[in-house]
């Protein structure tokens, strides 16, 4: 069943956002939902926000590049296996190790279990950026509900597990 791309309307998911959690720097993307509004709120609040930047060769890179508004993310050409790619800014690429300073950190996911094991696309990409992630780093799975909660995912020695899932009805904290 195909889903189709949905906008998430500004401050949906932006009201939900832990309050105790200040985030100068934020990492947020998700395959198919739009963060919009949560970029919005984030900017709005004066939160340093860091976008990835996945590079254009077949090899993945782990940079990043900061956003300082929503008109500057541009659409990227599709992936050599014809996958989407998440929006981009023009701006500089930043090192891997800038995640360093990410208090929230928003990362995509096809399913969540709810031990907070991740499945994404199989690459690693986002679980060799989260090397570079704060032990302090609040790290938040983002997907649909019928992807949140599934039953127990396996469990690769690389994979990074995420401390809460995020979906467009609903804010889960792991304890």
């Known amino acids: 069943m195909r889903v189709p791309r949905s906008p998430v309307k500004p401050n949906r998911w932006s009201r939900r956002l832990p309050a105790e959690q200040p985030s100068p720097r934020t990492y947020p ?20 926000v860091l976008v990835p930047r996945l590079g254009s060769s077949k090899e993945l890179v782990c940079a990043w590049s900061e956003l300082d508004a929503l008109e500057r993310l541009h659409d990227m050409p599709r992936s050599a296996s014809g996958g989407l790619r998440p929006r981009e800014p023009s701006g500089p690429a930043l090192a891997s190790d800038s995640l360093r300073q990410a208090e929230l950190i928003l990362v995509p996911a096809f399913a969540i279990d709810s031990h907070g094991l991740r499945l994404g696309r199989g690459a690693g990409w986002y679980d060799r950026a989260l090397l570079h992630a704060s032990p302090q780093a609040t790290i938040i799975g983002v997907c649909w509900p019928w992807e949140a909660n599934v039953h127990d995912l396996p469990r690769d020695p690389h994979d990074v597990p995420v401390g809460g899932i995020l979906t467009p009805e609903s804010l889960t904290i792991f304890d």
């Not at 993307?29 to 340093?48: F, K, N, T, Y």
Request: hydrophobic letters at 40%; a positive charge; zero cysteines.
């Open 29 to 48: 993307w998700a395959r198919s939902l739009r963060l919009d509004g949560v970029l919005e709120r984030l900017l709005s609040q004066g939160r340093r």
